[in-house]
């Protein structure tokens, strides 16, 4: 993040003035996240052996990681938070099925959506969940995890009073920020969910993953145009001399960082 | 504690370390004082309501928190002007909330503060705090130590596994050890280093309680844990020669593919970082077993043969192993902030310190979320939680003091009970 309005250059001259503005976040602090460099070694690794296995192999593999429990994923978390009946339901494997899933390809699939939504969360990147998604072998199992990975985001906001009162009224806090930030993961998620399983969406499922998107992008546009009025207004009240920089790093602050672009995938999806 | 709960931002993740201290705490630490003061008889001191209020409104809370240098802060000016009759007290009234002691709340403090290398922020200790301090250490030190002697590879003869997943078990097991043991010997030292403490020659007429803090006897603890640690490592290194030979066979015979990986891995991957470990001249083993001149020669000739029957299962053991391994970091690990989804900050800079991660000591089974109950891992996915790490705010420069608030840092005391710390990732991944 560099959006800052007290510049570098100015620091002298703010000893006897106020002035508000949004440091710059570290862009290396994701390497804090534990799990960014874990997964993506992991990755690294298990998307090599994909390539080089035959499928004989790979059932073998697959017999290996479902004989240890500690690879077990559990999916569908979003259903204990969701209201009323989705059309994007994740559907059971069988009538007492628990969720519980085994297997090679969990396993990665896993590790591309914890690391898609750390670099959605932690940097920059446009496309973070295109960065990590791989040859397509587990496709199926990756876009499950997309889905209820939108979903839980999705409906933790929703059902989150904290959530609410922060829309309602602006603070310029690190709360906000935060809550900005789950608001970029959970977009990324829906976006990329839309380029990984939106052709095979029936319309209603268009239609709800259109409202997550609509829902999102609108609380996101939101935070932002607060973001801006609320450092343009400090600014203008603030008796400085900054040297005419401030808007372009307020504006770069605001849409390279705060707050990207996921919602391209979403609109290429076909009108009712 | 689902994801609806929680509030982002900095406040927010106070509240958050409020209420999933608990779900961490299934192995209370021991309530007990480690003071060896507690040794001597003295009436049972009562707390005054202030020093109740100050257990129940700022110690407490600030354990919970985690944030060490505040809890150092804190208990050290508390014991600064207690008796050691009070300490003991105070620590049953820390039992009764299911809070370690103060001896362990200031040594877990500490030691994790010089862990990550932040050991120069603290502030010096004072007398009553090394007498807490060290008595705790030495607590600590004795559990590792009887813990490693209780793992099966010090039997003789060596275990015989039946399974290279037998084999494996007992490695993790020597692995998990040998950390323990690392630990200790660590432990050991910075216990040798606060008896240096030129506070402690000024005393003139030490207290039983202080008598026997200062006769402890740390250079002996170090040099048994260095000891089993040698032993535990060379018995180690002989059941990985003995897997060879059992994945050898296993390789000859017509075995499913599955068995067939692991014995590639454990041939033609681990027989090679074996070879090279035992051409190192500098290495001399005490085991029988291993200070054969011939050996390495022996090795070279069953690994060519087993990497011969493997062909290209060698390289696609060491991808899925190492694969394998780094996930289960990424799952199951635990960092030494913020819940243990951070690592230090140190981690920004310097790659040794990305790797040092918190790590079962058992092989985890995960429990449905849906459920409730203590959640395993931890973290049912970790992108639910980190978006709440937010360490920025709308500053304000000037003439005036700015608003921001440091990010919330949790040193977890309670999960390195059911953890040890795995600060080393080698060539080695099964």
Redesign the interface.
């Known amino acids: 993040?560099t959006g800052t309005v007290?510049s570098t250059q100015t620091?002298s001259q703010?000893?006897?003035?106020?002035?508000?503005?949004?440091?710059p976040?570290?862009p290396?602090?994701i390497?804090?996240?534990?799990?960014f460099?874990?997964?993506s070694?992991?990755?690294?690794?298990?998307d090599?052996?994909a390539a080089?296995?035959t499928n004989?192999?790979l059932?073998?593999?697959d017999?290996?990681?479902k004989?240890?429990?500690?690879?077990?994923?559990?999916t569908n978390?979003a259903?204990?938070?969701e209201r009323g009946r989705s059309n994007l339901a994740e559907k059971p494997a069988g009538e007492n099925d628990?969720?519980?899933r085994k297997g090679f390809r969990w396993?990665t699939a896993?590790?591309r959506?914890?690391v898609g939504?750390?670099l959605a969360?932690?940097s920059s990147h446009p496309q973070p969940f295109a960065a990590v998604a791989g040859t397509g072998y587990d496709l199926a199992e990756y876009k499950e995890l997309l889905l209820d990975?939108a979903k839980?985001?999705f409906?933790?906001l929703t059902?989150?009073p904290?959530?609410t009162a922060i829309m309602r009224k602006f603070n310029?806090?690190?709360?906000?920020?935060?809550?900005l930030?789950?608001l970029n993961?959970a977009s990324a998620f829906v976006s990329a969910l839309v380029a990984s399983a939106g052709r095979e969406f029936n319309p209603a499922q268009v239609q709800e993953v259109k409202l997550y998107a609509t829902k999102l992008e609108g609380s996101r546009g939101d935070i932002r145009l607060s973001i801006e009025n609320?450092l343009q207004q400090v600014m203008a009240s603030t008796k400085t001399n900054l040297v005419g920089r401030q808007d372009n790093i307020l504006l770069e602050a605001c849409y390279k960082n705060v707050c990207q672009q996921y919602s391209r995938d979403v609109a290429a999806l076909p009108r009712q | 504690m689902t994801p609806i709960g929680l509030r982002a931002g900095v406040l927010s993740l106070l509240a958050v370390a409020v209420s999933l201290s608990p779900a961490f705490a299934q192995e209370p630490p021991p309530a007990k004082s480690a003071q060896p003061a507690a040794k001597a008889a003295q009436p049972p001191a009562r707390l005054t309501p202030k020093q109740l209020a100050f257990v129940k409104n700022e110690l407490l809370p600030a354990w919970r928190a985690g944030d060490p240098l505040h809890l150092l802060r804190l208990v050290g000016e508390q014991v600064a002007k207690q008796s050691e009759q009070q300490n003991a007290a105070l620590d049953r009234a820390l039992a009764e909330e299911k809070a370690p002691s103060l001896g362990r709340m200031l040594t877990d403090a500490r030691m994790n503060l010089v862990r990550l290398d932040a050991g120069s922020q603290a502030p010096e200790a004072t007398l009553a705090e090394i007498v807490l301090m060290v008595g705790e250490l030495e607590r600590q030190i004795q559990e590792k130590i009887a813990t490693a002697k209780k793992v099966e590879l010090f039997a003789d003869p060596l275990p015989s596994p039946a399974t290279l997943t037998e084999f494996r078990d007992q490695l993790w097991k020597a692995h998990v050890q040998n950390n323990e043991l690392i630990n200790a010997a660590f432990l050991a030292l910075q216990g040798r280093a606060l008896l240096n403490s030129p506070l402690i020659a000024k005393v003139k007429n030490p207290t039983p309680g202080q008598e026997a803090a200062f006769a402890i006897d740390f250079v002996k603890y170090q040099g048994e844990a260095q000891e089993l640690q040698r032993d535990l490592n060379e018995r180690a290194i002989e059941l990985r020669v003995n897997r060879i030979a059992f994945a050898l066979k296993l390789l000859e015979g017509k075995n499913d593919l599955k068995e067939r990986f692991l014995a590639a891995y454990a041939v033609g991957v681990d027989g090679e970082i074996l070879i090279q470990g035992l051409k190192n001249d500098k290495v001399r083993f005490r085991r029988e077993n291993l200070s054969s001149p011939t050996l390495a020669d022996e090795l070279r000739a069953s690994v060519d043969r087993g990497k011969t029957l493997a062909g290209d299962l060698i390289k696609k053991s060491e991808l899925l192993f190492a694969g394998l391994h780094w996930w289960r970091r990424g799952r199951y690990g635990r960092g030494s902030e913020l819940h243990g989804l951070l690592k230090p900050e140190a981690a920004l800079k310097n790659p040794a310190a990305q790797i040092g991660l918190l790590m079962p000591r058992t092989s985890p089974e995960p429990t449905d979320p849906a459920k409730g109950g203590r959640p395993s891992p931890d973290f049912d996915r970790r992108h639910h939680w980190t978006w709440a790490w937010e360490d920025r705010q709308f500053e304000t420069v000037g003439t005036g003091s700015h608003t921001s608030e440091p990010v919330t840092k949790l040193v977890s005391t309670e999960t390195q009970r059911m953890r040890h710390w795995d600060g080393i990732v080698d060539d080695r991944f099964y």
């Not at chain 1, 390497?31 to 799990?35: E, P, Q, S, T």
């Not at chain 1, 070694?41 to 298990?46: C, G, H, R, V």
């Not at chain 1, 004989?67 to 559990?74: A, G, R």
Request: proline share 3%.
């Open positions: 993040m007290a620091e703010t000893t006897n003035y106020f002035s508000n503005y949004l440091p976040a570290d290396n602090r390497y804090r996240v534990v799990g460099m874990e997964y070694k992991a990755l690294e690794s298990l090599a052996l080089l296995a004989y192999e059932a073998a593999i017999e290996i990681v004989s240890e429990p500690e690879f077990t994923i559990y978390l259903r204990r938070l628990d969720f519980a396993v896993l590790a959506v914890e939504a750390m969360g932690f990975g839980m985001h409906w933790a059902n989150d904290g959530f310029p806090s690190g709360t906000t920020l935060a809550y930030r789950r993961v609320y």
